[in-house]
């Protein structure tokens, strides 16, 4: 069968401007049997082929050709399929399934979501953060470019309705942001004076129940002594940048905290040191109930283990033990309590964290999302709620944070495939 050409041709929905040609590729003519794409496709895949539609409306006709537009969508859909890895090869427990929420968020980092249902993501060396908005269907999600040319800027929360992002050097805000984020918006910088080190340097952050901005500092070294200055602590700030204040320190570095949906009080997951074998020390998993604590960092890791250089004279029973030891080198980055409905009530209240796996391992370690069952925020069991990130040698996805949605369904950023998975229950 050959279609009408799309050149020359009198256009029965209005006229090829892009903006129009996205509309009915998304939603489709249902009366005319042309099926919405937007489940299918990416609005970067949309947009494209508006482009190529547009570029050709009112050229000469040419030669009919079997190529219509729902065949090269098709083939779109296919391309943006083609590196998801196998769905089958991840392991969650029984009644628990995976599926990609958005393709094409070039190294997804953090994530916040909004109370609309916006998902805001942060990136790495793409230098960019996207906003995820749910699709009719609410099983995927448009990715939207809010901002780019950023440097590292993995670090996004939200708080008084403005999206707050860390980049390596500044703090940046755009105010009303679930209102403006198609519309690449201006922002404001925080005033705010902290290092810049580019080791360990990128800055995550987490709005407070306290309405404080919650931003770390990592170690600008695999291990080195920084007591006397801003390195290895974790420090909250007005809104506005003021009243910048240490709230911890030996902290060497953290990639990801939650508070605690009850208590409110600070958990955070800390990166051990390198190039003392591949089995010691662990990274951590800690709890920061008031301001003050010291955790270690560069005298003693992971609660027990005496730093070879920096632990003359200091002992491990002067600091703050982590609640969990993670293991070594397995990366732990983002953590979320999960607070939503979809999942049984064992899974609730419970931490979620997301392993990055190691770089530097003989046999790799990590590369999966970890449940953390509490009682009475007491550490009970330290299990994989998914699998397969890593299968035998080969790396498919390397997980960075988790959050959950209104639905009550679970994402997960991966910064390795540039994607953001989503786990939902049936019981099934």
Known sequence: MTSPTLRAHNWLHGAPTKANLIKIISKGVPEKDMPAWSPALNAGQIALLADLIAANAGKPAAAPSPATAATAAAAAAAKAQQNVPDLSGFKLPKGFHISVYANDVS??????????????????????????????????????????????????????????????????????????????????????SLPNDKWHGEKVMKAGPDGKLYIPVGAPCNVCDVEDTKSAKIYRMNADGSQLEEYARGVRNTVGFAFHPTSKVLWFTDNGRDEMGDNTPSCELNVAPKAGMHFGFPYCHGGVVPDPDFAKGRSCEEFEAPVAKLGPHVAPLGLAFYTGKQFPEAYRNNVYIAEHGSWNRSTKSGYSVRLITLYNSKVVTDTAFIDGFLRGEEVVGRPVDVATLPDGSMIVSDDYGGRVYRVTYDGK
Do not use: H
């Open 107 to 192: 190294t997804a980092r953090s994530m916040v979501v909004s109370d609309s249902g916006i998902v805001y993501v942060g990136s790495r060396k793409a230098g960019k953060v996207y906003a995820l908005v749910p699709r009719a269907d609410k099983q995927t999600a448009d990715v939207v470019t809010v901002a780019e040319g950023l440097e590292n800027p993995i670090g996004v929360t939200l708080l008084n309705g403005a999206l707050y992002v860390g980049e390596i050097s500044r703090v940046i805000r755009f105010d009303k942001i679930d209102q403006r984020y198609a519309q690449k918006p201006s922002y404001e910088v925080v005033k705010v």
